[in-house]
């Protein structure tokens, strides 16, 4: 959520930097709404106070033993005139939360133009893509061949866009997260934690994909209002929700491992073939709990610990600033690190790294108090896969194919699966 101070003080360049998003901020509905909160806000704090003139006239003319009829008649239609201008202020109030929570966060200025990811702009690229004397194959004729990757026997339980693995392949799925949490805990710094697979609205609506995303989400229809998570962004971010933390606990790490969930509505026809897109997924995600000033060198760092488990597994990437009209809802600034992948002949993302500054704070009412004497300010937040474990899992099996059919198990996996360094059928 934006800062509503800001909002009101400077509301022609928060309209220009969404404008950059292409998103229309209905500038001229919130200036209305906010005049007339302002202006029942003041009368009601005036109906108040004639309410508490009331009562103390009364008690005066009572104790003079006068006719208080009067009174009373006047204090019940001041009673009732503030009971309106309080249900009014609360509609005028949601009114005004409905519409911010609608909003995505600000553009950092460093943000490239641009309305598709088309015009996002490659930073830099780590290894080049190796050169094969047969035809590569893509993980989903890779995987039948080796009798490991069965989609026909996941859609009988669940229909499309699931996926079965067996034997080695799922082996190495479970090697490639084992191996990811070992890095980012032993090697970077992560304190990894274990988290709900459901979650309730007030969190998804923390880290912004309620209301906006509410038909990407699986929803569990009873009512306790259940939903599966997306990604472990939503509980693990919301684990400071509704705190106050002291500077010296900052700043925070946290690494989990999830299974995550998504519609993908309006995503059908896309990527129909494998597990690019899938319902259920594994993912490694990490989430860093920052003061403001830290958030510009956390994404730098976050990012760079993604690189080094693709640069590990020697799998040519490349990183890329996605443009204005490309970054995520609650992003103010998001790296995107994409795989090569053989079978496709392009690149692909693994991993989305994102600052997204105070905004998940604000809705969250996570804050940090700077000092003993200070007043608390809101958190920033940031996110990004430390990988996407089942995309891991096709760049390894594309990369690391043999004309053969069978895949090799990059050197870093190998003592995860006891020595085996092949994947056959």
């Known amino acids: 959520m934006l800062d509503p101070k800001r909002l009101r003080t400077d509301l022609d360049t928060v309209v220009a930097n969404l404008a950059r998003r292409g998103f229309d901020f209905p500038a001229d509905e919130f200036v209305q709404l906010e005049a007339r909160r302002k202006t029942l806000q003041q009368e009601t704090e005036q109906l108040r106070a004639q309410r508490n003139d009331s009562a103390k006239a009364i008690g005066m003319a009572k104790a003079k033993g006068e006719d208080i009829a009067p009174l009373l008649e006047a204090q019940q239609s001041a009673k009732a005139k503030l009971e309106a201008h309080d249900n009014e202020l609360a509609d005028i109030t949601a009114s005004l939360q409905s519409l911010q929570l609608g909003v995505p966060n600000l553009l950092d200025d460093s943000v490239p133009a641009g309305k598709s990811e088309d015009d996002n702009v490659e930073l830099r690229t780590w290894s080049t893509p190796a050169a094969f004397d047969f035809e590569a194959r893509d993980h989903v004729a890779l995987g039948e ?15 499309s866009r699931f996926a079965v693995m067996r034997g080695g392949l799922a082996s190495l799925q479970r090697a490639l997260i084992q191996f990811m949490l070992d890095t980012h805990t032993q090697q970077h710094g992560y304190t990894e934690v274990y988290v709900p697979y459901l979650v309730q609205p007030d969190a998804l609506q923390g880290t912004g994909q309620l209301p906006k995303f509410a038909d990407d989400l699986f929803a569990i229809d009873d009512e306790r209002q259940f939903y599966l998570i997306p990604t472990a962004e939503v509980p693990v971010t919301n684990m400071v929700r509704e705190q106050v933390l002291e500077a010296a606990a900052l700043p925070l790490q946290f690494v989990a491992h999830t299974p995550c969930f998504r519609s993908e509505a309006g995503s059908y026809g896309q990527d129909t073939r494998g597990m690019i897109r899938q319902h259920q997924f594994e993912k490694v995600e990490l989430v860093h709990i920052v003061p403001p000033a830290q958030s510009d060198a956390a994404l730098e760092a976050l990012t760079s610990h993604a690189e080094a488990i693709l640069q590990a597994l020697e799998l040519p990437y490349r990183v890329v600033a996605l443009c204005a009209g490309d970054v995520g809802f609650s992003a103010r600034k998001t790296y995107d690190l994409e795989v090569w992948l053989p079978g496709q002949q392009r690149y692909r993302e693994i991993s989305s790294c994102s600052n997204c ?8 009412s996570a804050r ?12 920033h937040t940031l996110n990004g896969s430390g990988v996407a474990a089942g995309r891991a899992l096709i760049a390894v099996m594309e990369n690391y194919q043999n004309a053969d059919g069978s895949i090799r198990v990059p050197t870093v996996l190998q003592s995860y699966l006891g020595g085996r360094d092949t994947i056959v059928a």
Do not use: C, I, T
């Not at 990757?149 to 669940?158: G, I, P, R, T, Y």
């Not at 500054?357 to 969250?364: E, N, S, V, W």
């Open 145 to 159: 061949a080796l009798g490991q990757l069965d989609f026909e026997a996941a859609s009988k339980v669940s229909g």
């Open 368 to 379: 940090w108090r700077p000092g003993n004497d200070q007043k608390p300010e809101p958190l």
């Open 357 to 364: 500054g105070d905004f998940q704070a604000r809705r969250m």
